[in-house]
């Protein structure tokens, strides 16, 4: 064996020590966490639903291709987006279980084929719906957008799962999930420029099987303390995810004890902003993407 091929066998044995040494931590995490004596770094800036909720000066739709495109455009580093599935098993964006809300639609999504959910518009008051005509989307016509860029933007993929059509029903959950984990392979997404995060254990941990390097959030409001004794039976989670009111500086420091990642959402008041960022979120899913990095720029 020459000086090159040795070379060469030793550099593939260091990799191969280095990838399993890596392969024991939790995806996703890897040198997320400040080290002694550092500065915590600035939180990542997630467009909330795009640009937020539909409000006085904002009348794009929560989670309408549109209002995605104006928080990358407004330099979000990614984008939360709400995905359900639709009667024929096709995740699609929008927020609300009944179409009546936000749509020219009746009944469920769970109830409606994706062909006829990707035909209605977006129907969200006076005046909005004179300033906005945008229609319901798939993930996949998101993601196929999203690998055009030069750098895959962090998306937040937040899993909808209640609906008062479909009862809880663990096998739409499991097809959400295997959807979810068939896109993502096919457009070949960065697993670390993800999150998956939902209210369910159940499919937290059969998401873990289908996409074992994709980081992943538990997402509980209210009951914080209940919260937390659930992530105890869920190592394999990377991420919680709070709203801004359920955080506390000294709830964001136990979760970072437990290693764990602390992603927020909600809120776009400049009060609001400084308050989260004051807890050093390691993301920020914010309902005014410019108010937040004008705080980020002063901080």
Request: glycine share 8%.
């Amino acid at each position: 064996m020459n000086n090159r091929t040795r070379g060469v066998a030793w550099l593939r044995t260091l990799l191969g020590i280095g990838g399993a040494l890596l392969s024991q931590l939790p995806p996703g995490v890897v040198g997320a966490m400040p080290g002694p004596g550092q500065a915590p770094p600035q939180p990542l800036v997630i467009g909330h639903a795009g640009s937020g909720f539909v409000h006085l000066f904002n009348s794009l739709p929560p989670s309408s291709l549109r209002s995605l495109r104006r928080a990358l455009r407004h330099g979000a580093d990614g984008v939360e987006a709400d995905v359900r599935l639709s009667q024929d098993s096709i995740p699609v964006l929008y927020h609300d279980h009944t179409l009546n809300s936000m749509t020219n639609g009746r009944g469920c999504v769970s109830q409606t084929p994706a062909a006829r959910l990707t035909q209605l518009r977006y129907q969200v008051g006076w005046p909005h719906d004179w300033l906005q005509h945008e229609q319901l989307t798939t993930l996949e016509t998101l993601l196929r957008e999203l690998t055009q860029y030069p750098t895959f933007p962090y998306l937040h993929l937040d899993l909808h799962e209640d609906d008062a059509c479909s009862s809880g029903d663990a096998a739409r959950s499991q097809a959400l999930a295997q959807r979810l984990a068939e896109l993502l392979t096919r457009y070949q997404v960065p697993p670390a420029r993800v999150l998956i995060l939902t209210n369910r254990p159940a499919t937290l941990r059969y998401l873990r099987q289908l996409l074992p390097a994709v980081p992943l959030g538990y997402e509980f409001t209210g009951e914080f303390d209940a919260g937390l004794a659930e992530l105890d039976g869920l190592s394999t989670v990377q991420a919680v995810v709070l709203h801004k009111d359920d955080i506390t500086l000294q709830r964001a420091t136990q979760l970072h004890a437990l290693g764990k990642q602390v992603v927020l959402f909600g809120g776009r008041s400049a009060r609001a902003v400084r308050r989260v960022v004051g807890v050093g979120p390691d993301a920020y899913q914010v309902d005014n993407v410019r108010r937040l990095q004008a705080t980020l720029r002063r901080r």
